[in-house]
């Protein structure tokens, strides 16, 4: 389970500092949650092609797929999110969901200018 220290934390398993991810087991994570010193790391979701640098049809397509993607990937983890997890998560919700709609943009307009050839 991924956990975000948000203390310092150090033991016989290690050092653990501050704002930095770390992969751990179930039970060590937990332990960590319940004892404050982290929280539950939700990775943000980025969709795999920036709309911005989109210049044809086909590219703009696939960034829009990536993007619509990433946003139901985001939608799925808040729905998971523990409490305390939530605003980050709807964070990355807000973030997938700009991105679409700057995909949808594009490939508006990628379809617009084939419309004019």
């Known amino acids: 389970m991924k956990i975000k220290m948000e203390s310092i934390a150090a033991g016989p398993d290690g ?3 501050i704002g930095k991810v770390y992969d751990l087991p179930d039970k060590q994570a937990q332990a960590f949650i ?7 790391y939700v990775a943000p979701v980025k969709a795999k092609a920036p709309a911005a640098e989109v210049k044809t049809l086909d590219a703009a ?3 829009h ?3 619509e993607e990433a946003y139901e990937a985001a939608k799925d983890a808040l729905k998971k999110a523990d409490k305390k997890d939530k605003p980050a998560a709807g964070k990355a919700l807000a973030e997938a969901e700009k991105t679409l709609w700057d995909a949808e943009d594009v490939l ?3 379809e ?6």
């Open 112 to 117: 617009e200018i084939k419309a004019e050839k």
């Open 61 to 63: 397509k696939l960034a």
């Open 108 to 110: 508006k307009r990628q």
């Open 34 to 40: 319940a004892g404050k010193y982290a929280v539950a």
């Open 15 to 17: 050092v653990f500092n």
């Open 65 to 67: 797929n990536a993007a």
